[in-house]
């Protein structure tokens, strides 16, 4: 039994060890800043704002566990469990109980080009909503809205990207999952010959199985979506078709786009590449390694002697059950064993012992790879949808869809450790995504470390939402990002935007580099921020009215700028300076 527990526990262990490898000094006290990764001190619970909601419910659920837990921990905490709830979700979906293939999903899923990219990139929120993808997998897999809802809680707190990735992931599986996942039987049981008959009803049967399937997963995506979808609906921001050629996939290495996107990477933000990334080695073995992992996923199969009643199905690992009769009634979908221990499938297989899943997950790993495509190949498509409609705006950052194809990836090469039934070949599977991309440990060597704010910005805070006066905060300078020297001069999105208990005005406008040298402007979404940028560029001495009248009471700016003319200094710093503006009512 005790044998059982660890062996349960090891693909969440691995996962654990990773992590402490992967993010190394961001695990030391203080903050990790960079780009995206913006968590503050004393987080203020407040609702969203104006402008798409970004980071909707993720910054109102760190402020609640901020209020319990120290600031720092909270953002510790929920990195590696990044890393430990897709190491053991990969495992969990492998239809086998041998440890190996299950390790080697486990290790893959939770260390790869596409994780560390977008965890370069500050996705955190993105990637809570990965990790959990294998386990949404999974309770489409097992059916239940509660069930599936439960999965879905990661994706539901990381907001709109990952809630969108989950869907397409999670209502693919939905269509093309089984009308019943049952167990192998004879004649006369759920799986067996008697449930062969019927013909033309049988199929109607199963197509209505899996419309109602996936009514239900749209129903729990779609409840679980509006703390995010409602104020986006409501925000009145624009989308800038621009965006479309700003995140487009680019190549990170020698074999192009098309080669970076097989090997996981392509993200157009060459600052979120890892060190060494771009080499031949590096990208010519990740590529060989999708080879592998492709041809594994299309021979995937659950364990058993081959040509064998087994062999069509996964074993039973002790603790598994059949369901009361009843439970499972034939073509309602219903699965026929309870859940078994953590890591085990507790479902039958399908066609000739493939996983149910897997006809699901190969579809929406094509998809993604496709959306992925769009922007650098077809862009005036995607341009012409978002100039019809700004909802279709997410699918300008096209290459962050591939995370479906990271899973089918991770479950192929489980596949291809099972068929070569070796433990020197499991061994070489679990070291191999590391050994690719060594520099993504130890915080991508010291680009992601923990630091801590200087005194200033707490006093600022205090401030500020000690006035129980209304008006929003305007920041400067007017730029998105900044690059504090005490951050070691790591570009992250403006601190203040979330150290505040009112709201606040910046610039949501993007500059970014071509590979050529050029710029692309993406337009600011914010309408407010385009009202304020228009006074910022008008007459300096009428400034302080004209934002007062928009409804601004404070203007912070850096000390060393020192531009802004007008305005009550309420606090002054070495790096910091307040000022309050007069309401002109």
Known sequence: MRTDRVRAAAPALLGLLLGLLALGPALGPGFVLRYDMVFVPDPPPVLPGQGFPRAVPSDLVVALLSAVLPEEAVQKALLLGIF??????????????????????????????YLAQRLLLGQWALLLGVAG???????????????????LLPAAVGGFQAMLVSALTVLATAVTLPAAVRPSGGAGSPGGAGAAEGGPARRSSG?????????????????????????????????????????????????????????????????????GQESWW?????????????????RLRGDGPPGSAAGASVSR????????????????????YRAGPAGAPPYRAGPAGAPPYRAGLAGAAAAGVGVACLGAFAPGVLKALIGWWPG??????????????????????????RLLASRAAAAVAVAVPVLVLPTFALGAFGRLEAVGYPDEWRRVQAVVNADPAPGALLSLPWGAHRAFAWNGGRVVLDPATKLFARRVVWNDELLVGLPGGGRIRVAAEDLLAGRVAAVLRGDPRRRAAALAGLGVRYVLEHASDNVFQGGVPVFRGRELVLLRLDSPF
């Open 207 to 275: 197509a209505a199985a899996r419309v109602r399937r996936a009514g239900a997963a749209a129903l729990v995506l779609g409840g679980l979506s509006l703390p995010w979808l409602v104020p986006a609906l409501l925000s009145g921001a624009t989308t800038d078709p621009a965006g479309v050629d700003a995140f487009a996939a680019r190549a990170d290495g020698p074999f192009g786009v098309v080669g970076s996107l097989l090997g996981l990477g392509g993200i157009w933000n060459a600052h979120a590449v890892v060190p």
């Open 84 to 113: 430990v709830l897709a190491a053991s979700g990969a495992a969990a979906l492998v239809p086998s109980e041998r440890l190996g293939p299950r390790l080697a999903a486990a290790a893959f899923y939770a260390w790869n080009a």
């Open 317 to 336: 690992p002790p603790g598994f059950r059949p369901r009361a009769s009843g439970s499972g009634p034939p073509g309602s979908g219903a699965p026929p």
């Open 282 to 298: 590096s990208a010519g073995v990740r590529l060989l390694l999708a080879g592998v992992a492709v041809g594994g996923f299309v």
């Open 133 to 151: 993808l294998p386990w949404a997998v999974r309770a489409v897999v097992l059916g239940g809205r509660l069930r599936l809802a439960v999965a």
């Open 392 to 417: 279709f705006g997410p699918l300008r950052d096209g290459q962050l869809y591939l995370a479906p194809f990271v899973l089918l990836q991770a479950l192929g090469l489980a596949s291809a450790v």
